[in-house]
């Protein structure tokens, strides 16, 4: 079965920087758009970035534009987010995905891992 399991969320001060993985199997990573997104609290879940099978990168969102990088290490089916001078307004619980799609009923994905917790305080 499809697996997601981020990893590296903590607590960080304003204008530092993170990276989170999420690390993936049961299926074909390769072949996969993958795609990261964050529930801040009390809001709804909002895309990021997605990354395409060819690595072509998509941005969701203009407040991470040129702040936050996705990538991907196929060769360890792994997902990456290079999280740079983060804002208060990050803080939220950070999740990669699969099967994210638009449809008339708004934006979903089918799988989602467990998520890992960015907090940006000082």
């Known amino acids: 079965q499809v697996q997601l399991v981020e990893s590296g969320g903590g607590l960080v001060q304003p204008g530092g920087s993170l990276r989170l993985s999420c690390e993936t199997s049961?299926?074909?990573?390769?072949?996969?758009?993958m795609y990261w997104v964050r529930q801040a609290p009390g809001k709804g879940l909002e895309w990021l970035l997605g990354i395409e099978a060819t690595g072509r990168a998509l941005t969701y969102v203009e407040s991470v534009k040129d702040r936050f990088t996705i990538s991907r290490d196929n060769a360890r089916n792994t997902l990456f987010l290079q999280m740079n001078n983060l804002k208060s307004d990050d803080t939220a619980v950070y999740y990669c995905?699969?099967?994210?799609?638009?449809?008339?009923?708004?934006?979903?994905?089918?799988?989602r891992g467990q998520g890992t917790q960015v907090t940006v305080s000082s």
């Open positions: 049961g299926f074909s990573f390769s072949r996969s758009g």
């Open positions: 995905a699969k099967g994210c799609r638009i449809t008339t009923g708004g934006r979903i994905c089918d799988y």
